[in-house]
Nanobody
Framework: QVQLVESGGGLVQAGGSLRLSCVVF????????MGWFRQAPGKEREFVAT????????HHADSVKGRFTISRDNARNTVYLEMNMLKPEDTAVYYC???????????????WGQGTQVTVSS
């Protein structure tokens, strides 16, 4: 059984930075395209970033492009989301997910973590 465990969330002031981590348990992370999604209170879950199995290809949502960076270390079975220049509108629960291939669509992901809260104060 594949399990994903996120960490690294917290409270930060606007303009600050956080790095989220997602560790894959049960299978090698290199088997999966990985993605980060987020869900703010009262809103639908939205795509943030995705990365290919090898890490060579990435895609970021327009709302975070230039501020967030997805990366991975398959030797550590870990995917990261580096978040810089954070804004109050980035406040959400952030989820990592695993899919057979990189994707912007949440429905293609088979496995999800429990989420980690990111709160950005103004």
């Amino acid at each position: 059984q594949v399990q994903l465990v996120e960490s690294g969330g917290g409270l930060v002031q606007a303009g600050g930075s956080l790095r989220l981590s997602c560790v894959v348990f049960g299978r090698s992370s290199s088997n999966y395209g990985m993605g980060w999604f987020r869900q703010a209170p009262g809103k639908e879950r939205e795509f943030v970033a995705t990365i290919s199995r090898s890490g060579e290809l990435t895609h970021h949502a327009d709302s975070v492009k230039g501020r967030f960076t997805i990366s991975r270390d398959n030797a550590r079975n870990t995917v990261y989301l580096e978040m810089n220049m954070l804004k109050p509108e980035d406040t959400a629960v952030y989820y990592c997910a695993a899919s057979p291939a990189m994707s912007k669509t949440s429905g293609t992901y088979s496995y999800w973590g429990q989420g980690t809260q990111v709160t950005v104060s103004s």
